[in-house]
């Protein structure tokens, strides 16, 4: 039986054949406790208001994942981008960090075992960093309007960034490394697809690109839309995006992607409350593993940044719902007949009647699915044919809307592509409880 460790290694391959589908978490051993890190972050706790090393105030509340800068007047690091040098200084990790990491680095490899990888944590990106100095609004402006400071700055960071992770990986030796940098809201990134990659790609090429070089896994978590930039993630060196919010679509993600980057996530916030009843919060997971495990490179988990809910009740069933899961208890959810959208004139479709099998028919529109992802025009068109074949009685498909380029192949094959539509599931308990059951 594979480890945890195992399951999620597996994962990172393309072809990788995962025995079971992981709960949350329990592959990684996030290490908290190096010396950087305490170093950084030793002062920050839950209910409380501290300074951090770049002179930050942060602010972490009582019922929240997460810290957040606070700004304003004085409290801002950094109010004038065009004199960043004069207020913006980098913490010292040498002089302040270099003791204890042989301890430390004992301390990991006991708790993890056999079966968890040792996982170096990293908050507060490059993006993070300059809003933290300089608030939201002056820096997504200064990109604008002071390109050449901006790039300066984040130069800067990206050096220290680089300082950082050298000396955490020397000192801890880890598995992992997980870094954190937020690039959007839970419906689109906060800047221009063109400008993140002016301003931030290459620097995270950099940073990536040294970890992959130590033979260090590299997970990015993001809880964000960040679907226009997927791919360049995947380029960059990212292997796991953690964080992946259930508006990203995962399951098309998933078929785009094919197998290149591993998402870690689909249990957003919105089930992680004080009075989420175990019912609910099953029926949500139950859910999401219905749609998000079948396509592959999936890790089921919390949304957030760090292990674990804000309330310990969601995790606990949120756990239950991946057990259940993995033995089978889970309720399958095969398609259902589709009202009829268009035709494909190419393949001089029909409407003829349902399918015999639901199960061939789940077949077929996966296959069908690959090749339209693919822009496979031979295929898709041979897979109409077998879809006629086995009685489906409607081929219809989804394409994210900014993907142009599949949805001019579409309408070239005389696709017509609705605005109007919108795609509509019962799954799990839903169903059942629609059906009367």
Same mark, same amino acid.
């Given at each position: 039986?594979?480890?945890?460790?195992?399951?999620?290694?597996?994962?990172?391959?393309?072809?990788?054949? #995962?025995?079971?589908?992981?709960? @949350?978490?329990?592959?990684?051993?996030?290490?908290?406790?190096? %010396?950087?890190?305490?170093?950084?972050?030793?002062?920050?706790?839950?209910?409380? +208001?501290?300074?951090?090393?770049?002179?930050?105030?942060?602010?972490?509340?009582?019922?929240?994942?997460?810290?957040? %800068?606070?700004?304003?007047?004085?409290?801002?690091?950094?109010?004038?981008?065009?004199?960043?040098?004069?207020?913006?200084?980098?913490?010292?990790?040498?002089?302040?960090? $270099?003791?204890?990491?042989?301890?430390?680095?004992?301390?990991?490899?006991?708790?993890?075992?056999?079966?968890?990888?040792?996982?170096?944590?990293?908050?507060?990106?490059?993006?993070?960093?300059?809003?933290?100095?300089?608030?939201?609004?002056?820096?997504?402006?200064?990109?604008?309007?002071?390109?050449?400071?901006?790039?300066?700055?984040?130069?800067?960071?990206?050096?220290?960034?680089?300082? *950082?992770?050298?000396?955490?990986?020397?000192?801890?030796?880890?598995?992992?490394?997980?870094?954190?940098?937020? !690039?959007? $809201?839970?419906?689109?990134?906060?800047?221009?697809?063109?400008?993140?990659?002016?301003?931030?790609?290459?620097?995270?090429?950099?940073? *990536?690109? *040294?970890?992959?070089?130590?033979?260090?896994?590299?997970?990015?978590?993001?809880?964000?839309?960040? +679907?226009?930039?997927?791919?360049?993630?995947?380029?960059?060196?990212?292997?796991? !995006? @953690?964080?992946?919010?259930?508006?990203?679509?995962?399951?098309?993600?998933?078929?785009?992607?094919?197998?290149?980057?591993?998402?870690?996530?689909?249990?957003?916030?919105?089930?992680?409350?004080?009075?989420?009843?175990?019912?609910?919060?099953?029926?949500?997971?139950?859910?999401?593993?219905?749609?998000?495990?079948?396509?592959?490179?999936?890790? %089921?988990?919390?949304?957030?940044?760090?292990?674990?809910?804000?309330?310990?009740?969601?995790?606990?069933?949120?756990?239950?719902?991946?057990?259940?899961?993995?033995?089978?208890?889970?309720?399958?959810?095969? %398609?259902? #007949?589709?009202? #009829?959208?268009?035709?494909?004139?190419?393949?001089?479709?029909?409407?003829?009647?349902?399918?015999?099998?639901? @199960?061939?028919?789940?077949?077929?529109?996966?296959?069908?699915?690959?090749?339209?992802?693919?822009?496979?025009?031979?295929?898709?068109?041979?897979?109409? @044919?077998?879809?006629?074949?086995?009685?489906?009685?409607?081929?219809?498909?989804?394409?994210?809307? !900014?993907?142009?380029?599949?949805?001019?192949? *579409?309408?070239?094959?005389?696709?017509?592509?609705?605005?109007?539509?919108?795609?509509?599931?019962?799954?799990?308990?839903?169903?059942?409880?629609?059906?009367?059951?």
């Amino acid at each position: 039986m594979q480890t945890a460790k195992e399951i999620f290694l597996e994962l990172l391959k393309p072809d990788g054949r #995962p025995e079971r589908v992981l709960r @949350q978490y329990e592959a990684l051993h996030m290490c908290l406790y190096d %010396p950087i890190n305490t170093y950084l972050r030793g002062n920050r706790r839950r209910g409380s +208001v501290t300074k951090d090393r770049w002179g930050t105030t942060i602010s972490f509340p009582e019922d929240a994942p997460g810290a957040i %800068p606070v700004h304003g007047g004085e409290l801002t690091v950094c109010p004038d981008i065009t004199r960043w040098r004069e207020t913006v200084h980098a913490p010292d990790l040498a002089a302040s960090c $270099t003791e204890g990491w042989e301890e430390c680095r004992s301390r990991a490899r006991a708790a993890a075992g056999e079966q968890q990888l040792v996982a170096g944590f990293m908050g507060t990106g490059i993006f993070e960093q300059c809003h933290f100095l300089m608030g939201f609004e002056n820096t997504l402006t200064s990109l604008y309007e002071h390109p050449d400071e901006m790039h300066e700055l984040i130069e800067t960071i990206t050096q220290y960034r680089l300082d *950082y992770v050298r000396r955490l990986i020397d000192g801890l030796q880890p598995d992992v490394i997980f870094s954190h940098d937020d !690039w959007g $809201t839970k419906n689109a990134l906060f800047m221009k697809t063109d400008m993140w990659r002016a301003f931030f790609k290459e620097p995270y090429r950099r940073f *990536y690109g *040294y970890i992959r070089s130590r033979g260090v896994i590299a997970i990015h978590h993001a809880d964000s839309y960040l +679907v226009p930039i997927v791919d360049d993630m995947a380029e960059i060196g990212i292997q796991v !995006w @953690q964080g992946t919010l259930p508006e990203n679509d995962i399951p098309a993600l998933q078929r785009h992607l094919n197998g290149k980057l591993t998402l870690m996530g689909g249990f957003g916030a919105a089930i992680d409350r004080a009075d989420a009843q175990p019912d609910e919060i099953l029926a949500y997971a139950r859910d999401a593993l219905a749609r998000c495990c079948p396509g592959g490179h999936f890790i %089921p988990s919390i949304t957030y940044g760090l292990a674990g809910t804000v309330f310990p009740h969601v995790d606990q069933y949120l756990d239950q719902a991946v057990n259940e899961y993995n033995a089978g208890l889970h309720i399958p959810v095969t %398609p259902l #007949p589709a009202v #009829p959208k268009r035709e494909i004139g190419a393949a001089k479709a029909e409407v003829v009647q349902a399918a015999a099998s639901a @199960q061939e028919s789940a077949d077929v529109f996966e296959n069908i699915a690959r090749a339209l992802e693919r822009g496979q025009q031979k295929k898709l068109l041979t897979l109409c @044919q077998q879809a006629l074949d086995e009685g489906c009685g409607r081929f219809d498909w989804s394409v994210l809307d !900014w993907n142009q380029p599949s949805i001019d192949f *579409y309408e070239g094959l005389g696709a017509e592509v609705l605005p109007d539509w919108r795609i509509c599931r019962l799954s799990g308990e839903a169903l059942l409880r629609a059906a009367g059951r």
